[in-house]
T-cell receptor, first 115, second 113 residues
């Protein structure tokens, strides 16, 4: 099925470890986003990309890096994990056409625990 | 800057009763508006969207929402709640095609038998 695939689905890290979350979409969407979801705080934008080779900071970018080397993939990296980064991470992609916004297609999420 | 306010972080309804979830937005230009639903341990799914066509928008699973410019609102309703409607619902706004969405804080719906 077409859509957005996130890997891994679950991960436990120790403080200070690094990891990369992968987001892949097969809808030829230009825009891709990384959000984190925490209880009582809704969705907060970490980083986003408006096309291959471009990235930009969202509202909570500290402690994260991203790369968009291929149009279909958007990687989120944690260089030195901290307990405050325990969260559920969602990737989303966005398509456009005819000047109308088509909203987001979300992945199923990655549940990350940092101990 | 645009923003979204969802009134009530938790809503409890009886099965068969009306579901009403409130969303108010602020935007300097006519907005695009969305409702998403998140079932437990899943990602967000699009319920419906307003993109400057009809002000009453029908979505999946019997939900609908009405865009009221004078009230800057986009409330979500369903005439008769079902147990399967228990989920968290998010309202979102963007000001232009291709712009990133701004999400409300979410409303968790509990359906009582």
């Amino acid at each position: 099925n077409a859509g957005v695939t996130q890997t891994p689905k679950f991960r436990v890290l120790k403080t200070g470890q690094s990891m990369t979350l992968l987001c892949a979409q097969d809808m030829n969407h230009e825009y891709m986003y990384w959000y984190r979801q925490d209880p009582g705080m809704g969705l907060r934008l970490i980083h986003y990309s408006v096309g291959e080779g471009t990235t930009a900071k969202g509202e909570v970018p500290d402690g994260y890096n991203v790369s968009r080397l291929k149009k279909q993939n958007f990687l989120l990296g944690l260089e030195s994990a901290a307990p405050s980064q325990t969260s559920v991470y969602f990737c989303a992609s966005q398509g456009q056409g005819g000047g109308r916004s088509y909203g987001y297609t979300f992945g199923s999420g990655t549940r990350l625990t940092v101990v | 800057a645009q923003s979204v306010t969802q009134l009530g972080s938790h809503v409890s309804v009886s099965e068969g009763a009306l579901v009403l979830l409130r969303c108010n937005y602020s935007s300097s230009v006519p907005p695009y508006l969305f409702w998403y639903v998140q079932y437990p341990n899943q990602g967000l799914q699009l319920l419906l969207k307003y993109t400057s066509a009809a002000t009453l928008v029908k979505g999946i699973n019997g939900f609908e929402a009405e865009f009221k410019k004078s009230e800057t609102s986009f409330h979500l309703t369903k005439p008769s709640a079902h147990m399967s409607d228990a989920a968290e619902y998010f309202c979102a706004v963007t000001k232009a095609a291709g712009n990133k969405l701004t999400f409300g804080g979410g409303t968790r719906v509990l359906v009582k038998p």
